[in-house]
Structure formats: C-alpha cells, structure tokens
T-cell receptor
Framework: GPKVLQIPSHQIIDMGQMVTLNCDPV?????FYWYKQILGQQMEFLVN????????KSKLFKDQFSVERPDGSYFTLKIQPTALEDSAVYFC??????????FGAGTRLSVL | QEKVQQSPESLIVPEGAMVSLNCSFS?????SIWWYQQHPGKGPKALI?????GNKKEGRLTVYLNRASLHVSLHIKDSQPSDSAVYLC???????????????FGQGTSLSVVP
C-alpha cells in the first residue's frame, strides 16, 4: 500500500537545540498531519496542514513548533528550542482525502 | 473534548479463536470510527471504518457500532499469529465546514495470538 517515510527513525539532541523531523508523504496526497505519542500514552493530534497552510492545531502544538512543506517535498516538523517534555515518538500521516490517514513508522525524539 | 477508551488492555488467545475488542467514545456526533493495527516499530495501519449504526464486514473483520450506547467493537474471526499487534480505536470528531479530519485515538489493545 501507500508508504509514508519518516527520517530519521531516532534522533537524540540536547535540550534547547533545534530539531527538524522529516516526512516524505505519499506523492499525490494533499492533507498532512503530525501526531505525538509519549511512551505508554495514546497518540495525540498535533496539527494538520493543507494547501500550504496549517488548518488546525491542538494545544500540544506549542509556539516552539512549526510545520512546512517547502516546494512540495518533505513535510517537516521543527521544534525550536526543544524541551525535555518534547521527548516522544512523532508520527507523520498523509491522506488523499479527509478520511483515510496513512502513517509513517514514526521518529523517536529523545531530548537530553 | 472527545475521549476514547479501549478494553481490554491486552489479550492472549489461541490461534483460530474469535477476538473481540471494545471501544467507547464520548461524543455521539462523532463522524467516523476507525480501527487501526500497529505492529512494533511501525506506524498505525487503517483496517476498517464505520459511520452508520449497525455492522460492517470485511474479510475476517466485523465492526459493530451503536451510537446510542457510544460503543464500537471489532471482531476478528479465525485469528492468526500474524494478527498479533496493538489495535487502536480512533474517532473522527464531527467535521465543521472549516476543519479537517483529526483522529482521537484510544490507548490501544495489545493482542497476542499464540500458535
């Protein structure tokens, strides 16, 4: 089936540094999402993105977070600066419509 | 704020058994209810969705939705070891004209099918 690729699978950084998580969505998909999963907890919605714009974001999407998809390539989540509580697995998803989401395998972010 | 609760937390069954997974949600106006399967180290994969009250069957999977009781269940017939995974229930809140799908997930049920 359609594949969403996330790079890297694991990233370790020091608190206060900037990090960019990359997502290569399915090529003809139009809707993009980021979800956050803290160890042992459920996946939670962060943000959705369509036509170059953030359409909706949750209270977890702090001011230090930003998303973009420059030139229709990778869909990125940038955190600047990072905090200890940002340690989690971040899942990217893309969708051809507003219904079926296809998820990547996630990037595990460890903030030290 | 939509809330999704799943039970049981974990389940171990012998190969060939019927598996029943439960999910309750808080908003009867929620649009669609999805079941996702997640293997270790992988992202969730959509299995089946339902919108209308009643049941829907796809292969070995059957899902039942009762909006009045805010309950949905997933049944896996003739379970196989390859079905071993975490099963996530996800609810799509009622979509307003200016918003897009955002799934609210439960905490998952870990299923082990033993040969």
């Amino acid at each position: 089936g359609p594949k969403v690729l996330q790079i890297p699978s694991h990233q370790i950084i020091d608190m206060g540094q900037m990090v960019t998580l990359n997502c290569d969505p399915v090529s003809n998909h139009l809707y993009f999402y980021w979800y956050k999963q803290i160890l042992g907890q459920q996946m939670e919605f962060l943000v959705n993105f369509y036509n170059g714009k953030v359409m909706e974001k949750s209270k977890l999407f702090k001011d230090q977070f930003s998303v973009e998809r420059p030139d229709g390539s990778y869909f990125t989540l940038k955190i600047q600066p990072t905090a200890l509580e940002d340690s989690a697995v971040y899942f990217c998803a893309s969708s051809p419509d507003i219904n079926t989401l296809y998820f990547g395998a996630g990037t595990r972010l460890s903030v030290l | 704020q939509e809330k999704v609760q799943q039970s049981p937390e974990s389940l171990i069954v012998p190969e060939g058994a019927m598996v029943s997974l439960n999910c309750s949600f808080s908003d009867s106006a929620s649009q669609s209810i999805w079941w996702y399967q997640q293997h270790p180290g992988k992202g969730p994969k959509a299995l089946i969705s339902i919108f209308s009250n009643g049941n829907k069957k796809e292969g070995r999977l059957t899902v039942y939705l009762n909006r009045a009781s805010l309950h949905v269940s997933l049944h896996i017939k003739d379970s196989q070891p390859s079905d071993s995974a975490v099963y996530l229930c996800a609810v799509s809140p009622l979509i307003a004209s200016s918003s897009f799908s955002k799934l609210v997930f439960g905490q998952g049920t870990s299923l082990s099918v033993v040969p």
